[in-house]
């Protein structure tokens, strides 16, 4: 079925199109309630060395299988006090009688001394669960907390970290969307000026979000789905669905004053608006499915569930938007808002189309400036620095960063991160391998201390627990783990056969960072390479698509720019309530696929206008200002909405929500105002009609895609449009 014939069915059917979302909409809710799978809380890195050493801890260890969390705790009169070491002790009791606590290892046990800080005020006890950190529920682990802020007093402070007390203190993720609902809201109200069109795109973005969240859920059966996978899916599909539908209706509106039938009307908007959805949410689908390439299984079910949530708003625009405009007809501007209602006129009567005239005056002057201002927000990328966040960036008011902090404190900054160095001794010739190891290990630079060989019963495995001397998220840390792993381990160990791995958080955080570093380029070009051939299918132009690509990807480096300044360096952090620290190694990899795919629907909704105004005149200078006149305000208004709606997630308390958040924003900004207000109209009248070049023979080879209408709309015109003019 054709889309002309799918939006007439709806049109004339709307009474069906409707009880049948509606149908759908509480079907899908309740099965997402009901049948939902769990969300992943845990990470695995098949094949990395730092998963082999944890694999290896759980079968030659498996009393200590299961994960840990720390006590620290600190006592002025110093840790050894008498007072000190009974309420300790029996706070220590206490915490053994919960759930899934199998042990504590106490400073004031045997061998504990080097739990105790050098100047006797700080100690660390760790206690051992039987189960990994996503198993206790959250209410067990605020039992722990409890536990924890009952044993202060004056006098002591004793505080808890690690994973397991920091999912328990964790605000549950979610509730910001509701502050970018009302700012869209806002905005629609300020484009359209009246009640009954402003709904209309909320109608369809909540829709279809609906459903797209409820196949999230579903999705948590089958593939790992982290637990933020949901806000990731409503932040994407809010954005886009309010902005695909915005889009549809300005155009209705424009056939209905242009003397249109509302059937037909809607039959062009969805011919012309419609198709470039289509394609539009197509290309965004293709970016975020293209995170597959990185083989990573948490990415996988982040980027299903996001492409549910943009495949469910794009088809709600094409098929239950037409429905209501049917229902709606004439009646799309009722309830008018005093002041801001306006209907739609002649565009060349418009700031925008000054504007546009303004900059293909002074083509060269504009677009240096609008590339410069790109280049310099990009440049704190070339510093960018792959980690993880740990304790170190939590909340001042959180029981982990004063456990944190007090660890630092008391021995050290790379306390907070042990690195884990399993051997695996099965087919070690020498017994003093262990030995060997553990003398290599602590006359290494960057090694502040290395606690005594543990091995197994069976004498077929030792774990070495090493600290460095700087903190989990320096850099120097991320060189400490390649030395030992390169140098250090491999010399210790030549001709033992004994099998060595250097694992721990630390560990792991360098393995994922590796692997994303190495399958980025590859991700990138092949996402690249793909929208490259779809807009140069549908636009029939290689510099029309050459130049979507390098603006796009200078959109996404001022995003990345923004995001190091803020989250690594440290800019404003007062203000978005963070503290500095590594950017997480797959965001930038998230934002890309988000951004390429987004920055192509202003990209589809503004050349195809400027196309579809070149084929009526062939005067390519007239049909940039036609084209960008036409689409400026109603791009403006989805900027701003998907802005407001990135922002809102931008106030949530998870960190890499709000590195999303602002990066997705400032790409979209920069993207809707110096790349398609500047560098398009600017790029365009410099390149003239070889803007439309494309060689007849590949001409013959692609298929015919019209996202700017039906073929009988070319004219006479375009046929000689393969030969470009001098530039």
């Known amino acids: 079925m054709s889309l002309e014939a799918l939006t007439r069915w709806c049109h004339r059917r709307r009474w069906v199109v409707l009880v049948a979302w509606i149908?759908?909409?509480?079907?899908?809710?309740?099965?997402?309630?009901?049948?939902?799978?769990?969300?992943?809380?845990?990470?695995?890195?098949?094949?990395?060395?730092?998963q082999k050493a944890i694999d290896m801890l759980k079968t030659r260890f498996p009393a200590r299988a299961g994960d840990t969390f720390d006590v620290v705790y600190r006592a002025p009169a110093g840790v050894a006090n008498p007072a000190v070491k009974a309420d300790m002790e029996k706070f220590f009791a206490r915490l053994k009688s919960l759930a899934h606590v199998k042990d504590v290892q106490s400073p004031y046990a045997p061998g504990g001394e080097r739990q105790i800080s050098p100047d006797g005020k700080i100690a660390i006890a760790t206690v051992q669960l039987d189960v990994q950190a996503s198993v206790p529920s959250k209410a067990q682990i605020v039992k722990y907390i409890d536990a924890v802020k009952a044993a202060n007093h004056s006098g002591l402070q004793v505080e808890a970290g690690g994973f397991v007390i920091q999912r328990g203190e964790s605000a549950p993720p979610g509730g910001t969307e509701v502050i970018g609902l009302i700012a869209a809201v806002i905005i629609l109200l300020i484009a359209f000026g009246s009640v009954l069109a402003m709904g209309l795109p909320i109608l369809i973005a909540v829709s279809g979000i609906g459903i797209g969240l409820a196949i999230v859920e579903l999705l948590a059966h089958v593939v790992k789905v982290p637990e933020f996978a949901p806000q990731v899916a409503a932040m994407i599909g809010l954005g886009v669905g309010i902005d695909y539908a915005l889009f549809i209706v300005t155009r209705y509106r424009g056939g209905l004053s242009s003397g249109k039938t509302p059937l037909d009307a809607t039959i062009e908007a969805a011919t012309t608006a419609g198709r470039a959805v289509l394609f539009a949410g197509t290309t965004v689908i293709i970016s975020l499915l293209g995170m597959y390439f990185m083989r990573f299984s948490f990415l996988n079910g982040l980027a299903l569930g996001a492409s549910a949530a943009v495949l469910m708003t794009m088809l709600a625009a094409v098929t239950l938007l037409p429905a209501m405009l049917g229902f709606t007809g004439r009646g799309i501007d009722k309830f008018r808002v005093p002041f801001f209602h306006r209907r739609e006129g002649n565009h060349r009567e418009t700031m925008a189309y000054r504007w546009s005239r303004e900059v293909q005056r002074h083509p060269w002057v504009a677009g240096l400036l609008a590339l410069f201002v790109l280049l310099a927000l990009a440049v704190p990328m070339l510093s960018l620095h792959f980690g993880t966040a740990d304790a170190g960036n939590d909340l001042q008011s959180q029981t982990t960063r004063h456990a944190y902090d007090l660890t630092s404190e008391g021995f050290g900054p790379g306390f907070n991160g042990p690195l884990l160095v399993a051997a695996?001794?099965?087919?070690?010739?020498?017994?003093?391998?262990?030995?060997?190891?553990?003398?290599?290990?602590?006359?290494?630079?960057?090694?502040?201390?290395?606690?005594?060989?543990?091995?197994?019963?069976?004498?077929?495995?030792?774990?070495?627990?090493?600290?460095?001397?700087?903190?989990?998220?320096?850099?120097?840390?991320?060189?400490?783990?390649?030395?030992?792993?390169?140098?250090?381990?491999?010399?210790?160990?030549?001709?033992?056969?004994?099998?060595?791995?250097?694992?721990?958080?630390?560990?792991?955080?360098?393995?994922?960072?590796?692997?994303?570093?190495?399958?980025?380029?590859?991700?990138?070009?092949?996402?690249?390479?793909?929208?490259?051939?779809?807009?140069?299918?549908?636009?029939?132009?290689?510099?029309?698509?050459?130049?979507?690509?390098?603006?796009?990807?200078?959109?996404?480096?001022?995003?990345?720019?923004?995001?190091?300044?803020?989250?690594?360096?440290?800019?404003?952090?007062?203000?978005?309530?963070?503290?500095?620290?590594?950017?997480?190694?797959?965001?930038?990899?998230?934002?890309?696929?988000?951004?390429?795919?987004?920055?192509?629907?202003?990209?589809?909704?503004?050349?195809?206008?400027?196309?579809?105004?070149?084929?009526?005149?062939?005067?390519?200078?007239?049909?940039?200002?036609?084209?960008?006149?036409?689409?400026?305000?109603?791009?403006?208004?989805?900027?701003?909405?998907?802005?407001?709606?990135?922002?809102?997630?931008?106030?949530?308390?998870?960190?890499?929500?709000?590195?999303?958040?602002?990066?997705?924003?400032?790409?979209?900004?920069?993207?809707?105002?110096?790349?398609?207000?500047?560098?398009?109209?600017?790029?365009?009248?410099?390149?003239?009609?070889?803007?439309?070049?494309?060689?007849?023979?590949l001409d013959r080879l692609l298929p015919n895609v019209h996202v700017e209408g039906t073929a009988s709309a070319v004219p006479a015109v375009v046929s000689e449009e393969r030969t470009p003019e001098p530039v």
């Open 424 to 697: 695996d001794l099965r087919h070690s010739g020498s017994s003093g391998v262990v030995d060997r190891l553990g003398n290599a290990l602590e006359g290494t630079k960057g090694v502040a201390s290395v606690k005594a060989p543990r091995i197994n019963s069976k004498g077929d495995a030792a774990i070495i627990t090493v600290y460095p001397t700087t903190s989990p998220q320096d850099a120097r840390t991320d060189n400490l783990v390649h030395h030992l792993r390169n140098d250090v381990v491999p010399n210790a160990i030549k001709g033992t056969g004994a099998v060595v791995n250097v694992g721990g958080d630390t560990a792991i955080t360098v393995d994922f960072s590796t692997r994303i570093a190495d399958r980025l380029p590859f991700f990138i070009g092949v996402v690249i390479v793909l929208s490259f051939l779809l807009l140069m299918t549908v636009f029939r132009s290689l510099l029309v698509a050459l130049k979507a690509a390098v603006m796009n990807l200078l959109s996404v480096g001022a995003a990345y720019g923004v995001i190091v300044a803020v989250f690594q360096w440290g800019w404003f952090k007062d203000f978005f309530g963070i503290e500095r620290g590594p950017i997480e190694a797959w965001v930038p990899m998230m934002l890309f696929a988000i951004l390429f795919g987004l920055s192509m629907d202003y990209e589809v909704f503004l050349i195809s206008r400027i196309r579809e105004e070149y084929l009526k005149s062939g005067d390519n200078a007239e049909a940039v200002a036609d084209g960008l006149a036409a689409t400026a305000r109603v791009i403006t208004a989805a900027a701003a909405i998907m802005i407001a709606v990135f922002l809102s997630f931008a106030l949530s308390d998870v960190r890499v929500l709000k590195l999303l958040g602002l990066g997705l924003s400032v790409a979209v900004f920069v993207d809707a105002t110096l790349v398609r207000m500047v560098l398009v109209p600017s790029t365009m009248e410099l390149l003239g009609n070889a803007n439309w070049w494309l060689p007849r023979w």
């Open 23 to 50: 149908v759908v909409f509480v079907v899908m809710g309740v099965l997402g309630k009901t049948a939902g799978g769990e969300y992943n809380r845990s990470f695995s890195l098949p094949g990395a060395e730092s």
